[in-house]
């Protein structure tokens, strides 16, 4: 079965500082894992996406994660961060149910991003 | 407008009660999902719909139940809601396609139960 861990259910970071989110995964096979990011009083939206292929994954604004199958880890980051940044971010990985076709989102317990001016 | 919408934003209600929240979406998209947030704890899947006549219990369906419309509408009802139901709740949507596909959220409703 696959699951998530968030290291850190908050994080507090300088403005121009380094964001980095930490996210391990379990699963039992190659695996498809997202970030989703929340703002307040807002749903979530996908930041972005490994499925296969280029291990290093662009997203939107700026963010970046590292797919490393060795470390099972797919850690979020962004060189500098901005008061904008400020929300919530949720790692998750695909759970495959018996069934073709039968993907479900696990997600992790959430990291709460605070960025300080 | 927004692509995913839910009715109603916000709800007060009493243990007891029976209470439909409403999920709409205009991306013509097969498959709906909808979540529960509690804090600290991430989303948890309640139940989901791969079609108009598929629809599956997820994480924790107890106490819950769904309805799938349309393709475009998919409602939760709480039966007799309870204290420990006070949560957000989201809806979502995917196209039928990979497991890579992504999920596109409505905005949530903030249900309390007293």
């Known amino acids: 079965a696959q699951s998530v861990t968030q290291l850190g259910s908050h994080v507090s970071v300088s403005e121009g500082a380094l964001v980095l989110l930490r996210c391990n995964y379990s699963?039992?096979?190659?695996?498809?894992l997202f970030w989703y990011v929340q703002y307040p009083n807002q749903g979530l939206q996908l930041l972005l996406k490994y499925t296969t292929g280029a291990t290093l994954v662009k997203g939107i604004n700026g963010f970046e994660a590292e797919f490393k199958k060795s470390e099972t880890s797919f850690h979020l980051t962004k060189p500098s961060a901005h008061m904008s940044d400020a929300a919530e971010y949720f790692c998750?990985?695909?759970?495959?149910?018996?069934?073709?076709?039968?993907?479900?989102?696990?997600f992790g317990k959430g990291t709460k991003l605070s960025v300080i001016p | 407008d927004a692509d995913v919408t839910q009715t109603p934003r916000n709800r007060i209600t009493k243990t007891g009660k029976r209470i439909m929240l409403e999920c709409s979406q205009t991306?013509?998209?097969?498959?709906m999902y909808w979540y529960r947030q509690d804090p600290g704890l991430g989303l948890q899947l309640i139940y989901y719909?791969?079609?108009?006549?598929?629809?599956n219990k997820g994480e924790i369906s107890d106490g819950y139940s769904v309805s799938r419309q349309a393709q475009a509408k998919f409602s939760l009802s709480l039966e007799s809601a309870i204290p420990n139901q006070t949560a957000l709740y989201f809806c979502?949507?995917?196209?039928?396609?990979?497991?890579?596909?992504?999920?596109?959220f409505g905005p949530g409703t903030r249900l309390t139960v007293l």
């Open positions: 991306k013509g998209h097969d498959r």
């Open positions: 719909s791969f079609d108009v006549k598929d629809i």
């Open positions: 979502a949507t995917s196209e039928r396609t990979s497991g890579s596909a992504e999920q596109f």
């Open positions: 699963s039992s096979v190659p695996p498809y």
């Open positions: 998750a990985v695909i759970r495959v149910y018996s069934g073709a076709g039968s993907y479900q989102l696990t």
